[in-house]
């Protein structure tokens, strides 16, 4: 656990608005110690700041909201805006902005050099992988619903 997963995260105001509406949207449809945890979640989120222990019920919400595209549907462009910023401040938020930037750095590496191929295949539903060969080297990207991940890197082109 790193510091920031220990840290509450503090609530702008347009955030803590469509946090509100989201949780009186889902809170109906929960019962016992979940409906609880979320009612927690609600009254920390009214306040303007939710505490460590509540950002992985925070994390959920977002992520329901963000993927269904209810809040685009919602909240229109700036509303998901919004909402995706705010998950970029929860732990799985800054895990994924750290996949990500592992999945950028290898991709630089390919810069400058020419392109040979480049395929997308399925392993199953709902896992892809991207692979790109230069001159140099061959990197292959593992995406999953929960993000992307390099999956493999060699060294002299064409996988070789």
């Known amino acids: ?30 019962r016992g110690e979940r409906r609880a945890r979320y009612e927690q979640l609600r009254e920390a989120t009214a306040a303007g700041s ?10 959920s919400l977002l992520e329901l909201t963000l993927q269904t595209a209810r809040a685009r549907q919602l909240y229109r ?15 799985g938020g800054r895990e994924l902005a750290r996949h990500l930037g592992d999945v950028n750095t290898a991709l630089r590496s390919l810069a400058g050099h020419r392109l040979e191929s480049a395929t997308v295949r399925m392993r199953t539903l709902g896992h892809f992988t991207v692979t790109i060969s230069t001159d ?12 992307v991940n390099v999956d493999s890197v060699s060294v002299g082109g064409s996988g070789g």
């Open 136 to 147: 140099a080297a061959t990197i292959t990207l593992a995406i999953r619903p929960e993000g």
């Open 1 to 30: 656990m790193t510091q920031h997963d220990t840290e509450a995260i503090a609530l702008r105001d347009e955030e803590r608005e469509l946090v509100v509406l989201e949780l009186d949207a889902l809170l109906p449809a929960l």
């Open 50 to 59: 939710v505490p460590a222990e509540l950002a992985r019920p925070l994390e």
């Open 77 to 91: 462009a700036e509303g998901e805006r919004i909402l995706t910023d705010l998950f970029r401040r929860t732990p």
